[in-house]
């Protein structure tokens, strides 16, 4: 059976609130990239888990996609995604409630039902959807 391991690191300073931090990822993209209570609840410079995660799961469903049209013998002229993720207060703190992907893409070749078919099938099995518990949406457009 194949794996594929990668990996992240955090550094923190302080308390929750007046703490500091910073993230790297293994690849260097995010290298000591700062992160703290106003980057996560409110608009600080910086990062944080939500974005970085709603980033991931925009990446990993659109490349999902693209094998799933690819599968089709389709291919995208163009895919640009967002996620928007969102917590809710719950008891013992924060949830990751809901992610909302929001696709625009024009295929050529490609129905309205293949398309809806390969994209339902993209959020479902990428790797990123099947580790959240959280609901995922997706409004999916596909544009000439």
């Known amino acids: ?53 709603a980033a991931a799961h925009a990446g990993c469903f659109t490349m999902a996609l693209a094998f799933q049209l690819a599968g089709a013998e389709l291919k995208a002229t163009r895919m640009d995604t967002s996620a928007k993720v969102e917590m809710d207060q719950v008891e013992g703190g924060w949830k990751i ?29 990428c790797p990123v959807s099947k580790v959240l518990n959280a609901e995922i949406t997706l409004d999916a457009t596909l544009e000439g």
């Open 97 to 125: 409630a809901r992610v909302a992907l929001t696709l625009k893409a024009s295929i050529p070749g490609c129905d309205e039902a293949t398309f809806r078919k390969l994209a339902e099938t993209a959020k479902a099995n």
């Open 1 to 53: 059976m194949a794996s594929i391991s990668r990996s992240g690191s955090a550094h923190w300073e302080g308390g929750g609130k007046d703490g500091t931090g910073h993230v790297s990822t293994q690849s260097g993209v995010l290298k000591q990239a700062p992160y703290g209570f106003n980057t996560r609840f409110a608009e600080g410079p910086g990062t944080n888990p939500e974005e970085l995660i």
